[in-house]
């Protein structure tokens, strides 16, 4: 090769590398983790301070603030208000278009917090100790800072994804989600761009008690709401004439054939994986009874160990709690009605129509009607078969490597099941690592997310949205 050609070889290679390192994003090891995690601690302080708990909600007091810190950065948001007071918010991030949106997902509103049972203010954004306490610390708004702070690096890196990243904090979650996203995916359906994901509440990174990790958890199928309410009528008068057709009486009979109906076990795939996944992590007795779950309900005496853990046993069968039973509000009188309300939860698969006609024929004859009290739909379940499921694993991977990811199963709801229905693949997943005793705290007294787990999490969905995107 001439020495003419050597050299416009040589100026073709710079030229090159300096077009590639223009258009390649900034390495992850280029940024300071520990000074994004102390914007992420003031920033959740800060919303820590605004009291949403529901009811009344006050969620529009936080989206402001939302908007506002979205704004520093040149975000626009806008922000749904369906009734005085409550508010929703999106924000959206562009990328290429070549993939479907990706939504971070939190809510605003928290529960109600009692300050006489706290060590600190619950709603003064405490930072002491290593952790930022107040109500709502967890359940939801350390997700939410997580997610925000994730998506403000990415755009300040000038990072562009494969798809629009969507940051949408909605209302009234603690109480059904009908004003948050439940108005959202009615209403405002158009601007989520026919998400393709959706990162939501209910999962996390279980630890035992000195903070090993365990499994990463992730909430891919929820328990459905399906409650109903029983009402007996019978004739009223004098409580010192007792009477067998009585309200009460019908009422009491009915609930008792209830609580005693021997639901059937159903063992659904994605409850069997989850079991059989966590099954290392029990006591040694119980590890050959999860490991294989399917037989483990045949053998009686397996069944009654298995009933030991509530929460275990609950993902097995469908359930019913009687939670209200009201009848006279004096105690000598037979009142003409009384009436019951039952906080039943079905499978994944399971027909809730189904279910009532079933729990009809059990009080056939007892005197009592038994009806939906409007609190119900289809148990939400995402597929483990998606780009989703494998970009956690994947980084999960890269954090802890051998700590295995499990799919699970809620007996409770989230708002996930509004964006299900609209066909996303939504996975409930906080990446947090949370014990079983910092866990009570939630819904609980002093709760609180250490800034440590503040920092990773934050890392985490920053490099899960990369993970999305290929990079």
Same mark, same amino acid.
């Given at each position: 090769m001439s020495t003419s050609l050597r050299v416009l070889a040589s100026i073709l290679s710079l030229l090159a590398t300096a077009a590639f390192a223009a258009s390649s994003p900034p390495a992850r090891s280029t940024l300071d983790w520990n000074r994004i995690g102390d914007e992420a601690t003031q920033l959740l302080s800060a919303y820590l301070r605004i009291n949403t708990a529901n009811p009344p909600g006050n969620e529009k007091a936080a989206a402001d603030f939302l908007r506002e810190t979205l704004a520093r950065d040149g975000i626009t948001a806008t922000i749904w208000e369906p009734v005085a007071g409550k508010a929703n918010l999106l924000a959206r991030v562009p990328g290429s278009g070549r993939k479907r949106p990706m939504i971070l997902l939190h809510h605003m509103d928290v529960v109600p917090a009692a300050r006489a049972f706290w060590t600190v203010d619950p709603f003064g954004g405490v930072v002491k100790d290593g952790y930022v306490w107040?109500?709502? =610390?967890?359940?939801?708004?350390?997700?939410? @800072?997580?997610?925000?702070? =994730?998506?403000?690096?990415?755009?300040?890196?000038? @990072?562009?994804?494969?798809?629009?990243?969507?940051?949408? =904090?909605?209302?009234?979650?603690?109480?059904?989600?009908?004003?948050?996203?439940?108005?959202?995916?009615?209403?405002?359906?158009? =601007?989520?761009?026919?998400?393709?994901?959706?990162?939501?509440?209910?999962?996390?990174?279980?630890?035992?008690?000195t903070g090993k990790p365990l499994y990463y958890g992730v909430l891919a199928a929820e328990k459905a709401p399906f409650w109903l309410e029983v009402t007996a009528r019978g004739m009223p008068g004098h409580g010192s004439i007792p009477r067998d057709d009585s309200a009460p009486n019908k009422l009491v009979r009915a609930l008792e054939k209830i609580r005693t109906w021997p639901l059937p076990l159903v063992i659904t795939p994605v409850v069997e994986r989850y079991i059989r996944a966590i099954a290392p992590t029990v006591d040694p007795a119980l590890r050959p009874l999860y490991a294989d779950i399917r037989r483990a309900v045949e053998n009686p005496a397996a069944r009654q160990q298995l009933a030991k853990n509530p929460r275990v046993y609950a993902l097995l069968r469908n359930t019913i709690s009687i939670t209200v039973i009201e009848g006279s509000n004096k105690t000598n009188v037979i009142p003409p009605l009384a009436r019951a309300e039952l906080d039943v939860r079905l499978l994944p698969g399971q027909d809730p129509q189904a279910f009532l006609a079933d729990i009809r024929r059990v009080a056939t004859d007892l005197g009592v009607e038994i009806r939906p009290l409007g609190i119900g739909w289809p148990p939400p379940e995402s597929s483990l078969d998606s780009a989703f499921y494998d970009a956690i694993a994947a980084v999960t991977k890269r954090h802890d490597p051998g700590v295995p990811v499990v799919p699970l199963v809620s007996t409770g709801f989230t708002d996930s099941h509004y964006f299900m229905e609209l066909g996303m693949t939504c996975y409930g997943f906080a990446p947090f690592k949370i014990s079983e005793r910092e866990r009570e705290r939630v819904h609980g007294n002093d709760e609180r997310l250490s800034v440590e787990n503040l920092r990773r999490g934050t890392q985490y969905i920053y490099e899960l949205l990369q993970e999305l995107s290929g990079r």
């Open positions: 107040g109500r709502g =610390a967890i359940d939801t708004k350390g997700l939410g @800072i997580a997610e925000l702070v =994730a998506l403000l690096t990415l755009k300040r890196q000038g @990072i562009m994804l494969d798809r629009d990243v969507i940051y949408l =904090a909605t209302s009234d979650e603690e109480i059904g989600g009908v004003l948050g996203a439940g108005d959202v995916t009615k209403h405002h359906a158009d =601007a989520l761009g026919k998400a393709e994901f959706v990162l939501n509440e209910g999962g996390n990174i279980v630890t035992d008690e």
